[in-house]
């Protein structure tokens, strides 16, 4: 299974941006979804995460407000807007999938079951 994520950049704070990240994956429908981020010595991080339907969506409390999961299950895609972009949100950001499809919670890294290659996002001050 492949996750391809794009739509990273260099951007200025209080900008605006959105991540995408696809996938020919049939069962796509199914899948609970998460971005996670990870800046160099750190460990990777779950910022949003969004069930099977798109009914629950749940936030980092570093994010909440400012970032927006959402998805287009025809288009087997998922997307991350990040507005009032901060210099703290500068890290390599990557989509995730669990197939299980049901959160309480932002997915945990045990959960994940498919990642995406990464996109970097760059806050300048």
């Known amino acids: 299974v492949q996750l391809q994520a794009s739509g990273g950049g260099l951007v200025q704070t209080g900008d605006s941006l959105t991540l995408s990240c696809a996938t020919s994956?049939?069962?796509?429908?199914?899948?609970?979804l998460g971005w996670f981020r990870q800046t160099p010595g750190k460990e990777r991080e779950s910022v949003a995460s969004i069930s099977w339907n798109g009914g629950t969506t749940y936030y980092a409390n570093s994010v909440k407000g400012r970032f927006h999961i959402s998805r287009d299950n025809a288009k087997n895609t998922v997307y991350l807007q990040m507005n009032s972009l901060k210099p703290e949100d500068t890290a390599v950001y990557y989509c995730a999938a669990d197939t299980y499809g049901v959160i309480d919670g932002v997915l945990k890294l045990y959960e994940i079951e498919y990642w995406g290659q990464g996109t970097q996002v760059t806050v300048s001050s």
């Open positions: 994956a049939r069962t796509f429908g199914n899948w609970a």
